[in-house]
Nanobody, 120 residues
Framework: QVQLVESGGGLVQPGGSLRLSCAAS????????MGWYRQAPGKQRELVAT??????NYADSVKGRFTISRDNAKNTVYLQMNSLKPEDTAVYYC???????????????WGQGTQVTVSS
């Protein structure tokens, strides 16, 4: 019903930058929130940044380095990542809280994940 397609991951040197994109498609009435999470090997998935109703929320570890933004017309969310560190290495997952039809409950969807590797 709803697909989240991520792009923009890759290999970057410490101190470098990457921009992730995530486009939501399908039968969508409205999107309540979108965000990014990440999971490093052997660790639990953790919140990176979310945006909802013009408000943003960041993990302390990325504040001042990452910026989340959203294009509502395109149902797309972006994550600009600057000053990347080796500890930012993880699979990054897009997340969306969506209403499929008016008056129906919100549903949560996940993208397939995109690998970000920070290494020299």
């Amino acid at each position: 019903q709803v697909q989240l397609v991520e792009s923009g991951g890759g290999l970057v040197q410490p101190g470098g930058s990457l921009r992730l994109s995530c486009a939501a498609s399908g039968s969508i009435f409205s999107i309540n929130a979108m965000g990014w999470y990440r999971q490093a090997p052997g660790k639990q998935r953790e919140l990176v940044a979310t945006t909802s109703g013009g408000n943003t929320n960041y993990a302390d570890s990325v504040k001042g380095r990452f910026t989340i933004s959203r294009d509502n017309a395109k149902n797309t969310v972006y994550l600009q990542m600057n000053s990347l560190k080796p500890e930012d290495t993880a699979v990054y997952y897009c997340n969306a809280i969506v209403r499929l039809r008016f008056g129906t409950p919100l549903r949560e969807y996940w993208g397939q994940g995109t690998q970000v590797t920070v290494s020299s």
